[in-house]
Every structure is written in structure tokens, then in C-alpha cells.
């Protein structure tokens, strides 16, 4: 079977340079997706070709994805990303992967086996917002989650990843070894204090002593991850093949650009990531994390939103649409920006620049719908945390609004020409519940603002907020998200 693996490459295939047999599983990886593979794999590749240092990467998905693992398993755990700018794309060969294991393949005692092996320093993850079983409005474990329930009954056999990781931790401390950091790479306002306050909470259910050795010897460093990695297509997939000569089956394509800040806080060593370009220690991720949250992903959903609802496919095509395009910068550089306390030096206007550039790239096939799952829970940190800025300092937030009132008329399920949407978020029963009562129509603003796991309480109780999305969603009920966004621009 020909693989990446047994193939001869184009000389333009950039493949690592390193040997490869030297490596060990120092890190353990929740969660092998599409952005992990863009991201902390290829950098860990790229710095594993300047350091010739050991650290390996051992593989796990905990659901799903059996088929992918079995893939890059007979490739020799190799797989290729293709970073494509406007006019060209780049091949590269990981090489830093050493296992891949999976529940129903391995077994759950392989993984909490492999977690608890002496030279693994680092168990990262990339599990999306809902892998860590939180309470949206608390911050905290949702100790009546139906995974942490059945891990809390069932410590041994654990399905979350929050309960594989006190487990594990738990079988170190038993072991005498030194704990793991646990690094969040999860496009989480505060990862890694949310990754500790889950594994804390669940750690305090079932062991209080074991909760108080975590605390005091675990690390759990905040990171800021930025590049855009659009879901694989068979498009995509056909590209990159015809490029390579040979199938790819663990392919992922991505943009040229990258960003990862990370809190330097490792509490049993960790990679020189930093060598590589685009990766950079600090004391503090926050600023980085805000301004990434607020002026990428929060216009992300705004021209999510608002671009489905518009019929633009992809983010480049709302792009292709003037009012569209500055209602982005707008909300960027008038809503989002006052909201954060950069460090000195950060030019905030040359990067919604450069994130307009980044939308606009042809290449990159990123889809509204994409973007656009999973709202409830990236609103907060997106857009909410915005509005109750502007509310106390009493200043604009027409954008933010419109943004909101868009996720409003997106989650009814029905496009504007009546056809339906398939809306994917962990709440879209109770946003079923409400339009199935109140129908198309502008009273489902109260009933949606009254989900406090989303919006709290506060914000959700001010009439000048309320009056200002009824009159936003009013608007796209009567003009359509092209007219309504014209009108924004004017």
C-alpha cells in the first residue's frame, strides 16, 4: 500500500529532518483533530528539526475518530499539512507523532497506562469547549454532566477527558512519579484555569486528598492558539493528494499564518516551542487570549452568522460583500478594541488589518456553518463580555448587537428563503422549546436572553440591552442580514 510513509516526495514536500527513532512519548494529546494537526503537531515538528531533542507526541482521540487513528497508524504516524496562502501551497510532513491510541482500538487501561509512563510531561488537549464539562455561567465542573456522572461512579473506566486526567494524575501520585502539566489548547477564554477548575472539581467529587496534591503540584498554563483550519472537504482532500502523489487520508490544510502564545508554567519541563516561528513564552496570556477572542473570533461570528443567513458559503465570500467587510473591521477596531489593555507596542489597527487579509484568503474554504456551531458556547467570551464593557462605560455596541440578534435568527433553524438550518449546539433543544412557542417572531429575544448560561443575569435584565437586540432581530426579521447590515454600514 503506498503511504506518505513508502513514497518518494516532491522536492518542494518539506518532510522532517530529523531521526525520528530518537523520539519518546513525552506528551500525551487529547483530541487529534483538524486544528491540533495544524498547530501543536506541526510546531512541535518544526521545533523537533531545530532542537533534535526527544519529544514525541502520543495520540488520542476518546471519541470518535477510530478510522483517522488506524490511518496515520499505517503511514508510520506521518500525515501532511498544507498551508495555503492566495496564490501557492506549502507541503509539510509531521514527523513528531510516535503512537496513536484509541478506547475502543486500545482499551481504557492503555491510555491511563500511557498517561501515567514516567517520561510523559505534558498531556495537552484540544477537547472543544463542551471536553471540559463546565458550567457556561459558573466556570465550574457541571457535576451533573450524564460523562462526569458515569466517570465519577466509574473512576477506572473514565469516558470524559477531565476524568482520564484525574485518573491518571491519581495513578502518578499513587506511583510516586511526578504529576503532567495539563495544557489547554482549546480556543477557551482562560484555558487553563478552566482546564483546572474541571479537574479540581471532579478531583474534590471522588478524592478530596487527591484534589489537594493536584492543587499544590500540577500546573495547568493558559495558551492562546490562532490559525484558521477550515473542516477537511473532499475538495481538499483531492487538492492536497494531487499536490503530494499519494493519499493522505490524515491531510488537513490550514492558512499560512499562526500564533501560539503560551503561559510559561510547566511543572516537569517542556519543548523549546519557542525556536519555531510564531510561538512565544510569557507570564501572562490573558491580553493575547482577549484580543484574539474578541477581534478574530468575535468578528468570526459576526460574519458567521450574518453571512449564512446572507447565503455566503464561505468566510472569503462574505468577504466579497462591502458592507459586510467593514461591519467586520468596525466591530473590530469602534467595539472590540476599547475593550482591551494590550501590552505596549501592539498595533491593534495593523492586526484587524491583517485579520480582514486573513479572511479574505481564496484558498482557505472555511464555512459559515462551521464557524457558526456551538454558539452558546463562544458567545460569552466573543461578544458578551464586550457588551458589558460598552454598558458600564456607556458606549456603542451596534455591531455586538447585530452579532447577537444574528446568532438569534440563525439558531430558529430556517434561513431566510425557509429552508432549514442544521443548527449544531448543546442547547439547541431549549432554543427549539422557545421558537416552537413564540415562533419567527421578535418575543424569542426575552426568552433567549433569559438563558443565564449564557448571557447571566446581569446584562440579561437591562432594558437598554433588550431594546437594543429586539430592535436589531426586528430588523432582520423585516429586511433580511444584507439589508440589515447595509444599514449598519451607513
Known amino acids: 500500500m503506498k503511504t506518505i510513509a513508502n513514497t518518494p516526495l516532491a522536492a518542494t514536500v518539506v518532510t522532517p529532518n530529523f531521526d525520528r527513532s530518537q523520539l519518546k512519548s513525552r506528551i500525551v494529546h487529547l483530541g487529534f483533530g483538524a486544528f491540533h494537526r495544524a498547530h501543536q503537531a506541526l510546531y512541535t515538528s518544526e521545533m523537533l528539526a531545530k532542537t533534535q531533542s526527544d519529544w514525541g507526541i502520543c495520540e488520542v482521540n476518546l471519541f470518535g475518530g477510530e478510522e483517522l487513528l488506524a490511518s496515520l497508524k499505517q503511514q508510520d504516524y506521518l500525515f501532511t499539512v498544507a498551508e495555503k496562502g492566495s496564490d501557492a501551497s506549502l507541503l509539510k510532513i509531521v514527523g513528531a507523532v510516535t503512537e496513536a491510541l484509541h478506547p475502543k482500538l486500545d482499551g481504557i487501561d492503555t491510555i491511563l497506562a500511557k ?17 471540559y464539562c463546565a458550567d457556561p455561567a459558573s466556570g465550574q465542573l457541571d457535576i451533573n454532566n450524564s460523562l462526569i456522572q458515569h466517570d465519577l461512579q466509574h473512576p477506572n473506566a473514565p469516558q470524559s477527558a477531565i476524568g482520564y486526567l484525574v485518573t491518571a494524575l491519581k495513578m502518578r501520585r499513587d506511583a510516586g512519579l511526578q504529576p503532567f502539566t495539563v495544557m489547554s489548547c482549546d480556543n477557551v477564554q482562560e484555558n487553563g484555569h478552566v482546564a483546572k477548575a474541571a479537574v479540581l472539581g471532579f478531583a474534590k467529587a471522588l478524592d478530596p486528598q487527591l484534589a489537594e496534591w493536584i492543587n499544590d503540584h500540577v500546573t495547568f498554563p493558559c495558551t492562546m492558539v490562532d490559525r484558521i483550519v477550515p473542516a477537511a472537504t473532499d475538495e481538499m482532500f483531492a487538492q492536497i493528494n494531487e499536490q503530494l502523489g499519494v493519499v493522505d487520508p490524515c491531510a488537513i490544510a490550514c492558512e499560512p499564518f499562526r500564533q501560539w502564545v503560551i503561559e510559561d508554567k510547566f511543572v516537569n519541563g517542556r519543548p523549546n516551542w519557542d525556536v519555531v516561528d510564531g510561538a512565544q513564552f ?31 458559503e464561505h468566510i472569503a465570500d462574505t468577504m466579497t460583500n462591502p458592507d459586510l467587510r467593514q461591519a467586520a473591521l468596525n ?31 481564496p484558498a482557505l474554504k472555511h464555512q459559515t456553518w462551521q464557524i457558526a456551531m456551538d454558539g452558546s458556547q463562544k458567545l460569552p467570551q466573543r461578544m458578551i463580555d464586550s457588551v458589558k ?9 451596534r455591531h455586538l448587537t447585530l452579532g447577537i440578534a444574528g446568532w438569534m435568527r440563525y439558531v430558529s433553524g430556517q434561513d431566510e428563503q425557509g429552508n ?17 412557542e413564540h415562533g419567527l417572531n421578535v418575543s424569542v429575544v426575552k426568552p433567549l436572553l433569559a438563558i443565564d ?15 437594543a437586540v429586539e430592535t ?17 454600514a451607513r
Not at 473570533?297 to 447565503?311: C, E, F, R, V
Open 331 to 361: 466591530m473590530m477596531l469602534l467595539e472590540q478594541a476599547p475593550t482591551l489593555n494590550m501590552p505596549e507596542g501592539t498595533d491593534i489597527a495593523a492586526y484587524a488589518q491583517q485579520l480582514i487579509a486573513r479572511f479574505t484568503n
Open 389 to 397: 464593557f460598552h454598558l458600564a462605560q456607556g458606549t456603542h455596541y
Open 282 to 312: 510569557v507570564d501572562d496570556v490573558i491580553p493575547f487570549e482577549q484580543m484574539k477572542l474578541r477581534m478574530l473570533n468575535g468578528s468570526h461570528s459576526l460574519l458567521a452568522y450574518l453571512g449564512y443567513l446572507s447565503g455566503y
Open 472 to 488: 436589531a432581530y426586528q430588523q432582520l426579521l423585516d429586511l433580511g442580514a444584507k439589508a440589515t447590515v447595509h444599514a449598519l
Open 453 to 467: 448560561a449564557i448571557f447571566g443575569h446581569e446584562i440579561s435584565q437591562n432594558p437598554s440591552f433588550v431594546h
Open 115 to 131: 498517561m501515567a509512563e514516567p517520561q510523559v510531561s505534558i498531556v495537552s488537549l484540544t477537547i472543544t469547549e463542551k471536553g
Open 420 to 436: 432549514s438550518i442544521d443548527v449544531r449546539d448543546p442547547m439547541l433543544a431549549q432554543f427549539k422549546a422557545i421558537y416552537q
